[in-house]
């Protein structure tokens, strides 16, 4: 089962599930006039949602790259994720504003052994929804269904809280529901920025994290071809990143030498399942050779500072044709920082 269909049947599952505890809460909820299981039971309507934005999205995120698309259709998934926080945000506020005057002005709370039923039966079935999504994320490496695991794990705390006060209406303490309701508003509303703070994240080419930009550069370090790395840019495609970089190598290579070197890194790291597609470009770079040419190099890298510095003032000074001093900084340029030994936007 590929990384898509996982995906597919996950939401399916999540929708079943919840249409069920939606309908049972519902009706507990409104018979004993609880406004705790109320709030729960929008909750799972607000997961039902979910499940169904998850299912269209990942349907429309699965279709190959077009001429119209040519990085596929990744972003569809955060696309649809961002109505979901937008819908959630929405019930949020409206659920606290309702808990609130329920804490204010308790209008009296029915107890019933159905309330403690249905908060096992959803404990149980969130359970094992959580379960098999968490596998499922876990195998496919999938951000969604991680998602999706965490949003019926955290929903197992907050029916827990509706078992607690179902618990304590025996004894007449009947403000606990109404902040249960509002603890569960916070956290749907809290849940939705979340969602939305991801979604923009991508929407927006939010770069890869470091510890993937480590794993590339790691195996950079490992062709010892390669002397230093330059403008390194990622851009989200989906779930993945489509990464480019400039890498400098011995000049005096021919043109098919130093390809071939790109060639076999670019299929080595796109080996890593965080990477799309690795565009790299060569740019040649002088080594002088002989028996010190190693101290030539560790010279070249320890005066680099030294170069960019002066790199920039001369920009400046030799802007003005009139100045008297351009001269000199033209004769340090040309002897001192050597174009094709410079490291300036070095990654390295």
């Known amino acids: 089962m ?11 599952f999540g929708i079943i599930g919840n249409v069920f505890l939606l309908i049972i809460k519902a009706v507990v909820g409104i018979v004993t006039k609880s406004q705790a299981m109320i709030a729960d039971s929008v909750n799972s309507a607000g997961d039902i949602f979910s499940s169904l934005m998850t299912f269209i999205g990942n349907k429309i995120a699965s279709k190959p790259k077009d001429d119209d698309h040519n990085l596929g259709h990744g972003k569809a998934e955060y696309i649809f994720s961002m109505l979901v926080s937008i819908s959630m945000v929405l019930v949020a506020i409206k659920l606290l504003e309702s808990s609130v005057k329920a804490l204010l002005k308790p209008e009296g709370y029915l107890f019933s052994i159905w309330l403690v039923i249905v908060c096992i039966v959803t404990i149980g079935i969130k359970l094992t929804l959580y379960a098999y999504t968490h596998s499922l994320a ?23 809280f509706n078992l607690i006060a179902s618990l304590l209406s025996l004894a007449g303490i009947l403000w606990f529901d109404g902040v249960v309701g509002i603890g569960i508003s916070i956290w749907i509303l809290w849940t939705g920025i979340q969602i939305f703070i991801d ?11 470091e510890e993937n930009k480590q794993k590339v550069l790691d195996i950079i370090k490992t062709h010892k071809e390669i002397k230093r790395v330059e403008h390194f840019n990622a851009t989200p495609v989906g779930y993945k990143y489509q990464i480019s970089f400039t890498i400098y190598i011995d000049g005096d290579l021919t043109t098919f030498e130093s390809h071939e070197i790109a ?6 790291i796109d080996k890593l399942d965080e990477i799309y597609l690795t565009v790299i470009h060569v740019n040649p770079i002088k080594i002088e050779k002989g028996e010190d040419s190693s101290e030539k190099q560790e010279n070249i890298w320890s005066n680099s500072n030294y170069c960019n510095i002066f790199y920039m003032w001369n920009n400046i000074i030799l802007s003005n044709s009139k100045s008297r001093f351009s001269w000199r900084w033209s004769i340090f340029n040309s002897i001192i920082c050597k174009p094709n030994q410079w490291t300036y936007g070095s990654i390295w």
């Open 2 to 12: 590929d990384r898509f269909e996982s995906t597919k049947r996950a939401s399916i």
């Open 138 to 160: 876990k195998k496919h490496n999938n951000i969604l269904l991680e998602a999706n695991a965490k949003d019926h794990i955290n929903d197992c705390f907050v029916t827990t």
């Open 199 to 209: 979604s923009y994240n991508v929407l927006m080419d939010k770069s890869i994290s």
């Open 263 to 268: 060639n076999k890194l670019e299929k080595e």
